[in-house]
């Protein structure tokens, strides 16, 4: 069981990147999946949810209207639009399953820093 997240990295304020997490040694369709991410210094902290088919998705309040979470069950993929990015968007990416642990631990995450 195995979760790969990519797409980080440094951007501008107000600019965009798109996250992938790319799953392997489960079932990924019967299971919903979530992004978390964890700023230095701080708990890890949820920010999205999107359910097994993907018909619905669930927002944290801080990124709500600027993030979007989307899956392509045919790639076993799970992805993160993150635009408007605001220095405070800075963190380590992960994503898991949701409720998270149930499969698979937590993965080696995706850097993203948003700065000038």
């Known amino acids: 069981v195995q979760l790969v997240e990519s797409g980080g990295g440094l951007v501008q304020p107000g600019g965009s990147l798109r996250l992938s997490c790319a799953a392997s040694?489960?079932?990924?369709?019967?299971?919903?999946m979530s992004w978390y991410r964890q700023a230095p210094g701080k708990e890890r902290e949820w920010v999205a949810d999107?359910?097994?088919?993907?018909?619905?998705?669930n927002y944290a309040d801080s990124v709500k209207g600027r993030f979007t979470i989307s899956r392509d069950n045919a790639k076993n993929t799970v992805y993160l639009q993150m635009n408007s990015l605001k220095p405070e968007d800075r963190a380590v990416y992960y994503c898991?399953?949701?409720?998270?642990?149930?499969?698979?631990?937590w993965g080696q995450g995706t850097q993203v820093t948003v700065s000038s």
């Open positions: 040694g489960f079932t990924f369709s019967r299971r919903a």
């Open positions: 999107i359910t097994r088919a993907g018909g619905d998705t």
């Open positions: 898991n399953t949701f409720p998270t642990l149930v499969v698979a631990s």
